[in-house]
């Protein structure tokens, strides 16, 4: 098997892409920083704090930014691939911020909105039902305008709109996502071997799931500590093996979508079965109906 290779590179995302040509990458993956104001701690989770860069912006330009980076991705990505943005609904004093927001001005065609459910809330006050969810939209770059794409393969579709597991919590980065998160993302849309881009990449998470699906990879960030660490995890990437196989046995299935189709499954209620037994009551329940409508004497 080809080794796959990464390049992992020092510096601010927009300006990083900017440098990086036309249609060179497969898919993407990310989850950029999401100007949380520092100031405001979770209860339970410790404050996000990154090594080399503030997490606090004026709103509109945080918002004007990601809207930039997104589109230079979409230039970046081939015709026909996929990039994957994970970010979370925030409030701001009272209002709330929703990141399909600015999404939706992108160039990208938003394929789907998945939702994360991490099974733990950050804050556990009562201002509203605990927030547990964050977002992951899948976005494609369209052939010919076709924003339909490709059809998933059962084992992907399988595993739903609502993905659910638990937040990272042995990576020394202060805010990873899980290993489960790129590689679901990667396997279900690059079968060939490609590249893969990470414009936020922390410590390496998506490079890593990269490397277990041989594919070559782009990181970037700014902080160098973080970029070291993404090396490190490179390197020892076959520590991760467990997390590799636990999320990749997932990706099974007994019947294809054909299968199951020919042979009358999961059509909810209008499988023949159902539709059988259905019938049947309907005809008791006139039956009985008509017994009791019909005159005593
Ligand atoms: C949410 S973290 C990404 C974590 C990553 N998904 C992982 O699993 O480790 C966001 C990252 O963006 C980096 N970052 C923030 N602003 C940046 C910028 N303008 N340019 C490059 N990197 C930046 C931070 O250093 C941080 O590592």
Known sequence: MAKSLSSLIVGDTLETLK?????????????????????????LVKNVKYANVSDVKDEKIYQQEQIQ????????????????????????????LHPFS?????????RQEIIWDRQIAANIRGWRF?????????????????KIGEELESKYAKQTSVWRFPPERKNPHPAPFPLNLPLRCIAATTKEKGVVIDPYCGGGTTLVAA??????SIGVDMSEAYIEMSQERLN??????????????????????????????????FSPEKVKVR???????????EAQSRPLW
């Open 19 to 43: 440098g990086l040509p036309d249609d060179s990458c497969d898919v993407g993956v990310t989850s950029p920083p999401y100007n949380k104001q520092e100031k405001q701690k979770g209860w």
């Open 130 to 146: 605990w927030q547990v969810d964050e977002r992951i939209y899948w976005l494609i770059k369209p052939i010919n305008g076709n």
């Open 69 to 96: 980076v997104l589109n230079e991705l979409y230039r970046i990505i081939k015709p026909g691939g996929s990039f994957f943005y994970n970010h979370k609904i925030r409030w701001e004093r009272g209002v709330l």
């Open 236 to 269: 020892n990437y076959l520590s991760e093996q467990k997390e590799f196989e636990n999320e990749i046995a997932k990706h099974q299935v007994e019947k294809t979508f054909k299968q199951r189709k020919e042979e009358g499954m999961n059509v909810g209620k």
């Open 279 to 289: 019938k049947s009551q309907s005809a008791r329940n006139r039956e009985q109906q």
């Open 102 to 110: 600015w999404v939706a001005k992108t160039h990208w065609a938003c």
């Open 211 to 216: 490397k277990f699906l041989n594919h070559d």
